[in-house]
């Protein structure tokens, strides 16, 4: 038994609960300290709704975020939560545009731990 995130009717990440609820936490906090929407809609507790374009939005800032700050602590909270939501923002079909060199040789690095998306126990 699990989460389910889904982008228009496209099934995206099926985590087990722990994985998800995590995240979920995590995605909460970080758009509140940072003023940006979560891009998710739940339909139920364990059903997500993601909508691309507010997701994007959040990804973007988060990316931007990262790109921007030497804050060492800042840097390693934000690396526990903005790798998962490029992986999702992409499987979605989004594409991530990064705006400086720090932020593509940190999209690049992403794509390097080659996150799988779909059943994640």
């Known amino acids: 038994m699990g989460h389910l995130f889904e982008c228009g009717g496209k099934e995206i990440w099926d985590p087990s609960n722990r994985p998800?609820?995590?995240?979920?936490?995590?995605?909460?906090?970080?758009?509140?300290?940072?003023?940006?929407?979560?891009?998710?809609?739940?339909?139920?507790?364990?059903?997500?709704?993601?909508?691309?374009?507010?997701?994007?939005?959040?990804?973007?800032?988060?990316?931007?975020t990262r790109g921007n700050t030497g804050h060492l602590y800042l840097c390693r909270m934000?690396?526990?939560l903005l790798p998962l939501c490029i992986a999702l923002y992409e499987a979605a079909g989004g594409t991530v545009i990064p705006a400086t060199q720090r932020e593509r040789e940190y999209l690049a690095e992403v794509h390097a731990m080659d996150l799988p998306m779909g059943y994640a126990p």
């Open 20 to 64: 998800a609820e995590l995240y979920l936490a995590l995605l909460k906090s970080t758009t509140d300290v940072f003023d940006l929407p979560t891009g998710l809609t739940s339909r139920a507790s364990d059903w997500h709704i993601i909508d691309l374009p507010e997701y994007g939005q959040m990804v973007q800032g988060l990316l931007a």
């Open 78 to 80: 934000l690396d526990g």
